[in-house]
């Protein structure tokens, strides 16, 4: 069955456009190079100062150093907080997720609870802040906590279908399958092409008793990404029915 800390990451070190950056501004050239070439990226942001340090951080993420793009977007935000400006919370936001992407679980949580705390953050961006902050409690421990923080994502980035996969997981492993069961019916709807989608509705199938069901949906996890570790969990999950 897939493990809930390998989902820790699905969503993390995902490029986001620093907040507050336009087309006439000078850092979007910075922004858009991040896409191009992250390296040179870096180097135009190193010279450019404090006022490219979130493309800086994006830069570094680019180029999967997401421990040193935790640190810089957390820079970024005391920065921002320094000069009262609103984006402090999207920079600790980034941060956190930076963070998660690292596997540095309690920086992350640290970050996101700046975020949120900030009160700066509305809709979607403090749904997603609320999901991955249930992550970092989730590589924590903390169960409960993650489910306050999931239930809290789902009311503004219910479009996410990450969301439901790890509510649904959740649910799962706390023993209660009928959430389990009505949440990964949800990320189904949104992401039926997704393999840990597909892995985890074959988890809740079997911890049900419904082996046809479970077998049905570890091999389309099989198939969609046969190499993938969600792929990989599910091939593995299928020999106890004596192969594919």
């Known amino acids: 069955m897939i493990p809930l800390a390998a989902l820790l990451l699905a969503a993390a070190g995902q490029a986001m456009t620093p907040p507050g950056v336009s087309g006439s501004d000078p850092a979007a050239g910075c922004v858009a190079e991040t896409r191009s070439d992250p390296a040179a990226a870096e180097a ?11 493309c800086l951080a994006l830069a570094l993420a680019a180029q999967d150093r997401y421990a040193e793009a935790g640190a810089t977007f957390a820079e970024a935000a005391r920065g921002a907080e320094l000069a009262h400006d609103s984006h402090a919370a999207d920079y600790w936001a980034q941060a956190g997720n930076a963070w998660l992407a690292a596997g540095d679980a309690a920086k992350a949580r640290g970050a996101l609870d700046a975020a949120l705390a900030a009160g700066t953050l509305v809709e979607l961006q403090r749904g997603e802040a609320h999901l991955d902050r ?20 789902l009311t503004t980035a219910g479009d996410d279908p990450l969301a439901w996969l790890l509510s649904a997981t959740l649910a799962r492993r706390g023993g209660d399958l009928g959430r389990a069961r009505a949440d990964i019916a949800q990320a189904l709807r949104r992401s039926a092409d997704d393999a840990s989608v597909q ?9 049900g008793g419904d082996a046809d069901r479970a077998k049905a949906a570890w091999q389309e996890a099989a198939r969609l990404a046969p190499d993938s570790p969600a792929g990989q969990s599910a091939a593995q999950a299928l020999t106890q029915f004596g192969g594919k």
């Open 44 to 54: 135009r942001a190193r010279r450019g100062g404090a006022g490219l340090r979130a």
């Open 134 to 153: 249930a992550r970092a409690l989730v590589a924590l421990g903390d169960a409960a906590g993650a489910r306050t923080d999931l239930d809290q994502a």
């Open 199 to 207: 892995l985890e509705a074959g988890n809740i199938a079997a911890a």
